[in-house]
């Protein structure tokens, strides 16, 4: 070969190297960041109308049922979520026992049904609302006054839901 032919030849050679191999195909990308690990949800805290008194979980309203039903009123559904988020808060509670209990007026046995069904339409809607802990629920009828006497004011103390608590 001639000098000149060979010097062309490395010319060439050395153009060649400096192109991309296929000139269609894009550069590659810069490696992409790895991605932030997620933050822990922040804790939500205990709401302010549900309190822990010892071995009695507190509630600062009453829970509201249809009249001489267990059926609850809507007015009652932001207290039961409450309670269903202090429960979910506190996992060192392992059991929850809800009583019912109502005024005198009607006869003995029917109050007692109907405390019983009271409470257990309330455990049903906090397991509804994701409460995980064991759950019962028992009536005690007009057998647990607060007050004897025949005034509304009184009727309405006597017609409660407590919850009692066992920690683990």
Same mark, same amino acid.
Request: with cysteine.
């Given at each position: 070969?001639?000098?000149?032919?060979? @010097?062309?030849?490395?010319?060439? !050679?050395? *153009?060649? +190297?400096?192109?991309?191999?296929?000139?269609?195909?894009?550069?590659?990308?810069? $490696?992409?960041?790895?991605?932030?690990? $997620?933050?822990?949800?922040?804790?939500? +805290?205990?709401?302010?109308?549900? /309190?822990?008194?010892?071995? /009695?979980?507190?509630?600062? #309203? /009453?829970?509201?049922?249809?009249?001489? %039903?267990?059926?609850?009123?809507?007015? !009652?559904?932001?207290?039961?979520?409450? *309670? $269903?988020?202090?429960?979910?808060?506190?996992?060192?509670? *392992?059991?929850?026992?809800?009583?019912? /209990?109502?005024? !005198?007026?009607?006869?003995?046995?029917?109050?007692?049904?109907? !405390?019983?069904?009271?409470? %257990?339409?309330?455990?049903?809607?906090? #397991?509804? #609302?994701?409460? =995980?802990? =064991?759950?019962? +629920? *028992?009536?005690?009828?007009? @057998?647990?006054?607060?007050?004897?006497?025949?005034?509304?004011?009184?009727?309405? %103390?006597?017609?409660?839901?407590?919850?009692?608590?066992? +920690?683990?």
């Amino acid at each position: 070969m001639k000098p000149g032919i060979l @010097s062309t030849l490395g010319l060439v !050679s050395a *153009v060649l +190297a400096c192109k991309p191999a296929n000139p269609a195909e894009p550069p590659p990308e810069p $490696a992409a960041a790895l991605p932030e690990p $997620a933050l822990a949800p922040a804790a939500v +805290a205990d709401p302010a109308d549900v /309190h822990i008194e010892g071995d /009695h979980l507190v509630i600062d #309203r /009453h829970i509201n049922f249809e009249f001489d %039903k267990s059926e609850i009123l809507a007015d !009652s559904f932001d207290l039961l979520d409450h *309670v $269903a988020q202090l429960l979910k808060n506190h996992p060192e509670i *392992v059991k929850l026992h809800i009583i019912g /209990h109502t005024d !005198s007026a009607g006869g003995a046995e029917h109050n007692q049904k109907l !405390s019983d069904a009271r409470a %257990k339409a309330v455990m049903e809607a906090l #397991r509804s #609302r994701g409460a =995980t802990q =064991t759950i019962d +629920a *028992v009536g005690k009828g007009e @057998s647990q006054h607060l007050c004897s006497e025949d005034t509304d004011d009184c009727h309405q %103390k006597n017609r409660r839901v407590e919850f009692l608590i066992e +920690a683990g």
